[in-house]
């Protein structure tokens, strides 16, 4: 199963578990947007963390699903995961209840869409953030990044596809905490997300919309992806 969910104590559990580096194709981004959504408008719910099992995070869209297409159907798988990535990134942004993403070993492309689009991030300290659309012609996640690191990083990360370690981000703020392994980083999250579940839902969905307005990089990210798109017909 790519993803596993459950609730506990008013929290709901979102688990990436598609070995082995949890790359998501178009039919996976699809469920991870309706999966979040059952999540987020279940009254039970106070808070989500988005948990992964494996060697990482999530590497992002699986480029297999991608190999050996004729550039005409290319195009058309393009477009599906970018529908699914989109509405996921939207949902979260836009979910009445705060969104926690647990980071482990690498964050990659779209995963890293998923975790900006978060509320917080906590991350081990080794992992790695990348934005290496510039390999492929993608260019998704500028004004997300944009909006909550420096610009000469974010352009330095989108120009070499480089990645970033997240000892260096939470100097910015972009990470609320740095833990030492992974059982540090489920303790330290489940205890936020403890202290956020003790409010009441509809206090904490007034407080993510007033933030939201302040903050709505979707309708840019949808530009983005169209400009994906735009490549790859350039090719044909």
Not at 60 to 86: F, M, P, Q, T, Y
Not at 143 to 158: E, F, Q, T, Y
Request: hydrophobic residues 45%; positive net charge.
């Amino acid at each position: 199963m790519t993803f596993t969910t459950k609730i506990e104590h008013s929290i709901g559990y979102i688990t990436i578990n598609k070995p082995p580096v949890n790359a998501l194709n178009s039919s996976d981004w699809i469920s991870f947007y309706k999966i979040f959504e059952e999540q987020a408008f279940n009254e039970e719910i106070k808070v989500i963390i988005i948990n992964s099992k494996g060697k990482g995070f999530c590497s992002g869209a699986d480029l297999n699903e991608h190999k050996d297409l004729a550039i005409e159907d290319e195009i058309k798988v393009s477009k599906k995961i970018n529908d699914g990535v989109w509405k996921l990134v939207q949902a979260i942004e836009r979910s009445p209840v705060p969104v926690i993403v647990n980071c482990s070993n690498f964050v990659v492309g779209a995963g890293m869409l998923v975790a900006m689009s978060a509320d917080f991030i906590f991350a081990e300290s080794k992992t790695q953030f990348k934005l290496p659309g510039i390999n492929f012609g993608v260019f998704a996640g500028i004004s997300n990044a944009i909006g909550l690191l420096p610009r000469s990083l974010v352009k330095k990360m989108l120009f070499t596809g480089e990645p970033v370690f997240a000892e260096e981000l939470i100097k910015y703020g972009f990470i609320l905490a740095v833990c030492n392994d992974k059982n540090a980083l489920v303790k330290d999250s489940f205890e936020l997300a403890k202290k956020i579940s003790t409010h009441k839902r509809d206090h904490l969905s007034i407080l993510k919309s007033l933030i939201l307005e302040n903050k709505n990089h979707s309708a840019n990210l949808k530009k983005e992806l169209n400009a994906s798109i735009n490549a790859l017909k350039s090719l044909d």
